[in-house]
């Protein structure tokens, strides 16, 4: 690490709030598959900003949108209408099969509009203030207080004492769990279609069914998180689209903005109707004309490239490449996941084999302490796919 480099986190840790433990680089630039740091050393990203960068880096078209809308307006506040919002929101609704949405900022401002809605929905029928929330175990939903609530990580919530929302923890994949889960103070179900820090766990086609038959018979709302598994990454738009299992409430984020922030939750016309009126919820900056030009730069480019049929094209090779790690590298035990979200599960800490790929310029991230999550932009083709198998694959053989 060069002097200037060193100096520049040393200052960045001296002023900053430590609640990340950062990886030691500082970044500068990013150009296709690739970043670059303050040095000009080149990386290849497998971890897409968690996510988040799903067309990769120096998009033109996406570049051009954003800028020009800069030079337009960039927030009018919600007391008006804006023409990026209106064509983003329409948009949104033909490609989920939903009917309403609600542009916030992030992620966990989706999921925290999506709970505060099943909350008044159940509220609206029955009158009652106690309402629950099943969740499901090694979850993740964000770190604001509701999303927190919900999140099957008992770590994350044990320092901040009681939760506004009150939750019970079910097992993915285990339907028993969840009849043993809801009571009749369940007004919500929520989950992640395929688990991210959770580990890389694909909801079952079986699991999802039986769950959504038990929302109906209940008057349950079903929340699907499709904030990390969303947004084509899956090879679908949205991850429940492969089994056509509609939510009732659903959330977006991450790569719905390609780096300009943006989150948003949809809902049916049912939940809409007894649910968020006028003055029930709000936010200054969600769905300002900068965000939702970005959306919409997103979405012509998600069209333009054939974002999901390049995903369900590809993905089979990255797992028959990842697949042939596993066989062949000691200290990897499974790969699981869909699509362009995968991870190695391993017999012990990744932490080091991160960091060796990061040295010899591959950029990864861990889904808990034994995870390699693989999260690259959408748009990678075998080439890349191949150089990163390389790098790791290195990394891995000194852990044998």
């Not at 689209?241 to 659903?250: H, S």
């Amino acid at each position: 690490m060069s002097e200037m480099m060193k100096k520049m986190i040393d200052q960045a840790e001296a002023d900053l709030l430590h609640t990340y433990n950062r990886y030691q680089v500082v970044l500068d630039h990013g150009e296709g598959m690739y970043l670059y740091d303050v040095e000009g050393k080149k990386y290849l990203d497998f971890m897409s900003g968690i996510g988040v960068f799903a067309l990769g880096y120096s998009n033109e078209y996406y570049e051009n949108a954003v800028k020009e809308q800069v030079g337009k307006i960039l927030h009018t506040s919600n007391y008006f209408y804006n023409e990026p919002a209106i064509k983003a929101a329409h948009r949104l609704k033909e490609l989920s099969g939903m009917d309403r949405v609600f542009f916030a900022n992030s992620g966990a401002e989706a999921v925290e509009g999506a709970l505060k809605a099943a909350v008044k929905y159940a509220y609206v029928k029955d009158g009652g203030k106690d309402h629950q929330v099943v969740a499901l175990e090694h979850s993740f939903h964000g770190r604001t207080y509701g999303a927190l609530s919900v999140t099957g990580n008992s770590h994350y919530r044990e320092a901040f004492g009681a939760m506004p929302c009150e939750a019970r923890f079910a097992k993915m994949n285990d339907l028993e769990s969840v009849l043993e889960a809801v009571t009749d103070k369940t007004c919500a179900i929520i989950m992640e279609v395929v688990q991210g820090e959770g580990g890389i766990v694909p909801a079952e086609e079986e699991f999802l069914k039986a769950v959504r038959a038990l929302c109906d018979e209940k008057d349950i709302l079903l929340i699907f998180d499709e904030v990390q598994c969303g947004m084509g990454r899956t090879g679908y738009m949205f991850a429940w689209q492969k089994f056509g299992i509609k939510p009732d409430i659903m959330t977006t984020a991450k790569a719905l903005g390609c780096g300009v922030p943006v989150g948003a939750f949809l809902m049916t016309q049912k939940v809409a109707d007894h649910s968020l009126t006028a003055g029930d919820h709000g936010t200054t900056y969600g769905g300002n004309p900068l965000a939702c030009a970005a959306v919409n730069a997103v979405l012509d480019q998600y069209e333009t490239l054939g974002i999901t049929d390049h995903v369900q094209k590809t993905a089979p090779y990255l797992e028959k490449k990842l697949d042939e790690m596993v066989s062949k590298y000691d200290y990897c035990l499974l790969r699981r996941g869909r699509g362009f979200m995968q991870g190695l599960v391993c017999k012990g800490p990744v932490k080091d084999v991160i960091a060796d790929a990061m040295d010899n310029g591959l950029i990864l991230i861990n889904a808990g302490a034994d995870i390699i999550r693989i999260l690259p932009p959408l748009v990678i083709t075998e080439k890349e796919i191949d150089e990163m198998v390389q790098i790791l694959g290195q990394a891995l053989a000194k852990m044998q």
